[in-house]
């Protein structure tokens, strides 16, 4: 038996009997962790708005072997924009969900706490969150080592500044110039700013990364690839993004009904 302390983001929970709660957390110390909270469903006190996705909390723990208790959950920080808009709780969702499918329990990398901690931070200020979550997943993909050199071509190694159009084939791992573009359509059309931000976001401390803006007409099909090279990996869909394809519709249809002049502001 084992007890720790340490910092987590709440990913998801759920209840567990009459009055138990299961929480998942990506944890500072010991990675990715599920968690029994016995009674809490009936403390006011102990576990009182600590387990909202996206919290920041700290822990207290008994580590049990095939089972963790948490024996005490105080939190740090809310990230109350999050709850306030739909639309940012469902990227924070979307991120939470990615790190609870693709990362192993028990296998703790501080570098992927620190990136979850700021992404969760980033969502609930940034004007952009769209931006943020293609930030996240980038620098996901370099952490768990999915993500290829995109030095140059991977069949004649023509290095990135001689040309200004790529092609990244993202689940083959293949960066591919000009001359050696794959056929069909399973490949990423790249201009050689986009690659550059791409290293500088493998490359600048995880602070500073934020910073970073990739341009209105490379975020959706960036986005897109992105999220289809998840689901082939994890081979499933994400429950995430039905959620935010709800969320879109309905701003659509309120922004049509006000230009409709339907909702009677004018």
């Not at 609870?100 to 969760?120: A, I, K, N």
Request: proline share 5%.
């Amino acid at each position: 038996m084992n007890r720790f302390d340490t910092e987590a983001i709440v990913l998801s929970s759920w209840d567990c009997g009459e009055s138990d709660r299961v929480v998942a957390l990506y944890t500072e110390t010991n990675g990715s962790i599920r968690a029994i909270a016995k009674g809490a469903r009936n403390s006011r006190k102990r576990f009182a708005h600590t387990f909202e996705p996206g919290s920041l909390v700290t822990l207290s723990c008994i580590d049990r072997g095939s089972l963790v208790r948490l024996d005490a959950c105080k939190l740090i920080e809310p990230y109350l924009s999050l709850r306030i808009d739909v639309e940012r709780w469902g990227y924070s969702g979307l991120v939470s969900e990615i790190v609870l499918e693709m990362v192993p329990e028990r296998e703790p990398q501080r570098d992927l706490f620190h990136l979850l901690r700021e992404t969760q931070a980033h969502l609930s200020e940034d004007r952009d969150p769209v931006n943020v979550v293609l930030l996240f997943m980038l620098r996901f993909q370099d952490i768990m080592g999915y993500m290829p050199g995109l030095d140059g071509c991977a069949v004649c190694r023509r290095p990135l500044g001689d040309s200004m159009r790529w092609y990244w084939r993202i689940n083959q791992g293949q960066l591919l110039c000009v001359e050696h573009r794959p056929p069909g359509d399973d490949f990423l059309a790249l201009d050689l700013g986009t690659l550059l931000l791409i290293h500088q976001c493998r490359k600048l401390p995880p602070d500073r990364i934020w910073r970073l803006r990739i341009s209105r007409d490379r975020k959706t099909p960036l986005l897109h690839a992105m999220l289809n090279w998840i689901r082939a990996q994890i081979r499933k869909d994400l429950k995430s993004l039905k959620l935010l394809q709800q969320i879109r519709s309905a701003q659509q249809k309120a922004t049509q009904r006000e230009h409709l002049g339907m909702d009677g502001s004018v």
